[in-house]
Protein backbone atom coordinates (compact mmCIF):
# COMPACT_ATOMS: atom_id res chain seq x y z
CA UNK A 1 0.00 0.00 0.00
CA UNK A 2 1.14 3.14 -0.85
CA UNK A 3 1.29 6.38 1.29
CA UNK A 4 -0.26 9.29 0.40
CA UNK A 5 0.27 13.13 2.29
CA UNK A 6 -1.16 16.34 1.11
CA UNK A 7 2.19 18.95 1.29
CA UNK A 8 0.27 22.05 0.37
CA UNK A 9 -3.58 22.82 -0.30
CA UNK A 10 -4.87 26.25 -1.28
CA UNK A 11 -8.29 26.00 -3.47
CA UNK A 12 -7.38 23.63 -6.39
CA UNK A 13 -3.33 24.24 -6.10
CA UNK A 14 -2.27 21.03 -4.28
CA UNK A 15 1.08 19.16 -3.89
CA UNK A 16 0.41 15.61 -3.07
CA UNK A 17 3.54 12.95 -2.25
CA UNK A 18 3.21 9.60 -2.97
CA UNK A 19 5.80 6.95 -1.76
CA UNK A 20 6.46 4.44 0.98
CA UNK A 21 5.31 1.40 -0.51
CA UNK A 22 5.03 -1.03 1.87
CA UNK A 23 3.88 -3.69 -0.72
CA UNK A 24 7.09 -2.93 -3.12
CA UNK A 25 9.55 -5.57 -3.78
CA UNK A 26 13.33 -5.30 -1.27
CA UNK A 27 15.12 -5.46 -4.32
CA UNK A 28 14.43 -1.98 -5.27
CA UNK A 29 14.79 1.54 -4.09
CA UNK A 30 12.17 3.33 -2.19
CA UNK A 31 10.76 5.91 -4.20
CA UNK A 32 8.60 9.65 -3.60
CA UNK A 33 6.55 10.69 -6.60
CA UNK A 34 4.48 13.59 -6.68
CA UNK A 35 1.32 15.37 -8.44
CA UNK A 36 1.03 19.12 -8.50
CA UNK A 37 -2.52 20.20 -9.24
CA UNK A 38 -3.66 23.64 -10.46
CA UNK A 39 -7.39 24.24 -11.57
CA UNK A 40 -8.06 21.62 -14.06
CA UNK A 41 -4.21 20.50 -14.62
CA UNK A 42 -2.07 18.42 -12.86
CA UNK A 43 1.60 17.59 -13.23
CA UNK A 44 3.39 14.42 -12.17
CA UNK A 45 6.86 14.79 -10.89
CA UNK A 46 9.35 11.79 -11.09
CA UNK A 47 6.37 9.21 -11.78
CA UNK A 48 9.07 6.40 -11.38
CA UNK A 49 9.94 2.88 -12.49
CA UNK A 50 8.20 0.31 -14.62
CA UNK A 51 7.92 -1.76 -11.13
CA UNK A 52 6.27 1.21 -8.82
CA UNK A 53 3.43 1.85 -11.81
CA UNK A 54 0.49 -0.02 -10.22
CA UNK A 55 0.96 1.28 -7.12
CA UNK A 56 1.40 4.54 -7.85
CA UNK A 57 -1.20 4.37 -10.38
CA UNK A 58 -3.40 2.87 -7.56
CA UNK A 59 -3.08 5.09 -4.74
CA UNK A 60 -3.06 8.61 -7.53
CA UNK A 61 -6.61 7.55 -8.87
CA UNK A 62 -8.17 7.94 -5.07
CA UNK A 63 -6.46 11.23 -5.21
CA UNK A 64 -6.85 12.80 -8.70
CA UNK A 65 -8.44 13.28 -11.47
CA UNK A 66 -5.65 11.56 -13.53
CA UNK A 67 -7.42 12.30 -16.36
CA UNK A 68 -6.59 15.81 -15.85
CA UNK A 69 -2.67 15.01 -16.55
CA UNK A 70 -1.28 17.39 -19.02
CA UNK A 71 2.83 17.28 -17.55
CA UNK A 72 5.16 14.62 -16.64
CA UNK A 73 8.06 15.89 -15.28
CA UNK A 74 11.80 13.64 -15.29
CA UNK A 75 14.22 15.40 -13.28
CA UNK A 76 17.47 12.64 -15.01
CA UNK A 77 17.41 9.95 -16.75
CA UNK A 78 17.51 7.00 -14.16
CA UNK A 79 14.98 4.09 -14.49
CA UNK A 80 13.58 4.91 -11.20
CA UNK A 81 12.60 7.91 -12.14
CA UNK A 82 10.41 7.56 -15.30
CA UNK A 83 11.31 3.62 -16.79
CA UNK A 84 7.34 3.78 -16.05
CA UNK A 85 6.91 6.20 -19.14
CA UNK A 86 5.64 4.34 -21.71
CA UNK A 87 2.82 3.03 -19.42
CA UNK A 88 1.75 6.75 -18.48
CA UNK A 89 1.39 7.68 -21.69
CA UNK A 90 -0.60 4.95 -22.93
CA UNK A 91 -2.57 3.74 -20.10
CA UNK A 92 -3.07 7.70 -18.21
CA UNK A 93 -2.02 10.59 -20.12
CA UNK A 94 -1.23 10.37 -23.84
CA UNK A 95 -1.85 13.48 -24.81
CA UNK A 96 0.47 15.00 -21.60
CA UNK A 97 3.92 17.00 -22.69
CA UNK A 98 6.86 15.23 -21.06
CA UNK A 99 9.39 17.43 -19.83
CA UNK A 100 12.69 15.64 -19.46
CA UNK A 101 16.85 17.28 -19.83
CA UNK A 102 17.50 17.90 -22.99
CA UNK A 103 20.54 15.77 -22.77
CA UNK A 104 18.85 12.71 -21.81
CA UNK A 105 15.88 12.92 -24.41
CA UNK A 106 17.94 10.14 -26.33
CA UNK A 107 18.20 7.93 -23.55
CA UNK A 108 15.27 8.30 -22.07
CA UNK A 109 13.69 6.93 -25.60
CA UNK A 110 15.43 3.43 -24.51
CA UNK A 111 12.05 3.34 -22.04
CA UNK A 112 9.98 4.93 -24.80
CA UNK A 113 11.11 5.16 -28.27
CA UNK A 114 7.51 6.89 -29.01
CA UNK A 115 7.00 9.13 -26.54
CA UNK A 116 7.42 12.60 -27.90
CA UNK A 117 9.63 14.44 -24.94
CA UNK A 118 10.05 18.13 -24.81
CA UNK A 119 13.43 19.20 -23.99
CA UNK A 120 14.67 21.14 -20.88
CA UNK A 121 17.25 23.43 -21.66
CA UNK A 122 20.40 23.27 -19.37
CA UNK A 123 18.87 26.81 -18.33
CA UNK A 124 15.69 25.24 -17.21
CA UNK A 125 12.28 26.77 -17.10
CA UNK A 126 8.97 27.10 -16.23
CA UNK A 127 5.84 25.29 -16.71
CA UNK A 128 2.35 27.01 -16.22
CA UNK A 129 -0.19 25.11 -14.45
CA UNK A 130 -2.83 27.79 -14.51
CA UNK A 131 -2.71 31.60 -14.73
CA UNK A 132 -1.98 31.59 -11.07
CA UNK A 133 -0.01 28.56 -11.24
CA UNK A 134 3.32 28.09 -12.27
CA UNK A 135 6.65 25.93 -11.41
CA UNK A 136 10.44 26.35 -11.93
CA UNK A 137 12.66 23.72 -13.35
CA UNK A 138 15.84 24.66 -11.91
CA UNK A 139 18.85 23.11 -12.57
CA UNK A 140 21.19 20.64 -10.76
CA UNK A 141 23.27 19.42 -13.34
CA UNK A 142 25.94 16.64 -12.08
CA UNK A 143 24.10 15.79 -8.65
CA UNK A 144 24.27 13.21 -9.22
CA UNK A 145 23.39 13.32 -12.99
CA UNK A 146 24.96 15.09 -15.46
CA UNK A 147 22.24 16.85 -16.55
CA UNK A 148 18.89 16.77 -13.45
CA UNK A 149 16.55 19.58 -12.48
CA UNK A 150 14.22 20.46 -9.58
CA UNK A 151 11.09 21.63 -9.42
CA UNK A 152 10.29 24.99 -7.36
CA UNK A 153 6.88 26.74 -7.12
CA UNK A 154 7.18 29.56 -5.65
CA UNK A 155 3.74 29.81 -4.07
CA UNK A 156 3.96 26.66 -2.42
CA UNK A 157 7.49 27.42 -1.66
CA UNK A 158 8.19 23.84 -2.30
CA UNK A 159 11.54 22.39 -3.77
CA UNK A 160 11.06 18.61 -5.42
CA UNK A 161 14.89 18.26 -4.70
CA UNK A 162 15.02 14.88 -7.48
CA UNK A 163 17.89 12.98 -5.71
CA UNK A 164 19.78 15.46 -3.81
CA UNK A 165 18.34 14.64 -0.22
CA UNK A 166 17.46 11.59 -0.47
CA UNK A 167 17.80 9.14 2.32
CA UNK A 168 17.79 5.61 2.31
CA UNK A 169 16.15 4.01 5.52
CA UNK A 170 16.42 0.10 6.89
CA UNK A 171 13.81 -1.99 5.10
CA UNK A 172 10.98 -1.86 8.15
CA UNK A 173 11.73 0.62 10.47
CA UNK A 174 8.82 2.54 11.46
CA UNK A 175 9.23 5.67 9.69
CA UNK A 176 6.64 9.12 9.17
CA UNK A 177 6.90 11.37 6.17
CA UNK A 178 9.11 14.11 7.80
CA UNK A 179 12.53 13.82 8.88
CA UNK A 180 11.53 14.41 12.66
CA UNK A 181 15.12 14.25 14.63
CA UNK A 182 17.59 15.87 12.05
CA UNK A 183 20.88 14.72 13.81
CA UNK A 184 19.91 11.59 13.93
CA UNK A 185 18.60 11.01 10.09
CA UNK A 186 22.25 12.10 8.76
CA UNK A 187 22.90 8.49 9.15
CA UNK A 188 20.60 7.67 6.43
CA UNK A 189 21.44 10.63 4.12
CA UNK A 190 25.36 10.37 4.15
CA UNK A 191 26.69 7.23 2.32
CA UNK A 192 24.04 8.16 -0.87
CA UNK A 193 25.19 12.08 -1.02
CA UNK A 194 29.02 10.88 -0.31
CA UNK A 195 28.96 8.56 -3.63
CA UNK A 196 26.19 9.59 -5.32
CA UNK A 197 26.91 13.23 -5.62
CA UNK A 198 30.14 13.64 -8.07
CA UNK A 199 31.18 17.48 -7.91
CA UNK A 200 31.94 19.64 -4.90
CA UNK A 201 31.65 22.60 -7.73
CA UNK A 202 28.26 21.77 -8.79
CA UNK A 203 27.54 21.09 -4.93
CA UNK A 204 28.46 24.92 -4.12
CA UNK A 205 26.62 26.03 -7.23
CA UNK A 206 23.10 24.53 -6.88
CA UNK A 207 23.27 25.52 -2.82
CA UNK A 208 23.79 29.07 -3.90
CA UNK A 209 21.26 28.92 -6.01
CA UNK A 210 18.31 27.88 -4.29
CA UNK A 211 19.89 29.19 -0.67
CA UNK A 212 17.89 32.19 -0.84
CA UNK A 213 14.82 30.73 -2.26
CA UNK A 214 11.91 30.84 0.09
CA UNK A 215 11.55 27.30 0.92
CA UNK A 216 9.22 25.70 3.41
CA UNK A 217 9.52 22.04 2.31
CA UNK A 218 12.33 19.97 0.61
CA UNK A 219 11.45 16.67 -0.74
CA UNK A 220 13.40 14.28 -2.43
CA UNK A 221 12.54 11.31 -4.54
CA UNK A 222 13.89 8.88 -2.14
CA UNK A 223 12.98 9.05 1.62
CA UNK A 224 11.86 11.76 3.85
CA UNK A 225 11.21 15.00 3.33
CA UNK A 226 12.46 18.31 4.99
CA UNK A 227 10.12 20.97 6.65
CA UNK A 228 10.62 24.48 8.22
CA UNK A 229 14.32 24.65 10.08
CA UNK A 230 15.38 21.74 8.36
CA UNK A 231 15.29 22.66 4.76
CA UNK A 232 18.09 25.30 5.84
CA UNK A 233 19.86 22.20 8.29
CA UNK A 234 19.95 20.29 5.53
CA UNK A 235 21.70 22.90 3.36
CA UNK A 236 24.03 23.47 5.76
CA UNK A 237 24.59 19.89 6.13
CA UNK A 238 25.06 19.39 2.83
CA UNK A 239 27.12 22.76 1.79
CA UNK A 240 30.58 21.06 3.77
CA UNK A 241 29.64 17.22 2.98
CA UNK A 242 33.07 15.64 1.29
CA UNK A 243 31.33 14.01 -1.50
CA UNK A 244 32.75 12.13 -4.84
CA UNK A 245 33.88 9.41 -2.68
CA UNK A 246 34.35 7.00 -5.62
CA UNK A 247 37.38 8.63 -6.08
CA UNK A 248 38.86 6.42 -3.46
CA UNK A 249 38.54 3.26 -5.15
CA UNK A 250 41.62 4.18 -7.43
CA UNK A 251 43.90 4.37 -4.12
CA UNK A 252 42.27 0.84 -3.26
CA UNK A 253 42.50 -0.85 -6.79
CA UNK A 254 45.05 -3.19 -7.24
CA UNK A 255 47.99 -2.62 -9.99
CA UNK A 256 47.28 1.47 -9.97
CA UNK A 257 50.29 3.02 -9.20
CA UNK A 258 49.64 5.35 -5.72
CA UNK A 259 49.34 9.07 -7.36
CA UNK A 260 48.93 7.27 -10.67
CA UNK A 261 50.74 9.82 -12.95
CA UNK A 262 48.52 11.88 -15.62
CA UNK A 263 50.92 13.64 -18.51
CA UNK A 264 52.00 16.45 -17.63
CA UNK A 265 50.80 19.23 -19.89
CA UNK A 266 53.66 20.65 -22.20
CA UNK A 267 53.11 24.03 -20.77
CA UNK A 268 54.41 22.66 -17.32
CA UNK A 269 57.32 20.65 -18.46
FE1 LIG B 1 19.22 9.10 -9.89
FE1 LIG C 1 16.74 8.39 -7.65
Known sequence: MMRCLTLYSEGSHRWLLFGQDTDASPTVIDTN?????????????DPGGMEVFPAVLGAMVHQIDVAAVQHVFLSHQDPDVGSALPLWRQVVAPGATIHAPALWTRYIAHFDA????TPIADEGGEVALSPSVKVRLLPAHYLHSSAAFCVYDPRARILFSGDIGASLLPAGAARDIWVQ?????IQYM???HRRYLGSTEARDAWIDS???????ILVP?????????DVMRF????????????????RRTPGLPPGASRPVP???R
Do not use: T
Not at 34 to 44: E, R, S, Y
Not at 210 to 216: A, K
Not at 221 to 229: K, S, V
Open 266 to 268: ASK
Open 190 to 192: SGF
Open 33 to 45: HLAVCADNAAMLL
Open 235 to 250: LDWLSSLPIASGLEAY
Open 210 to 216: VMHLPID
Open 181 to 185: DFAGH
Open 221 to 229: QHGLAFRGP
Open 114 to 117: EAVL
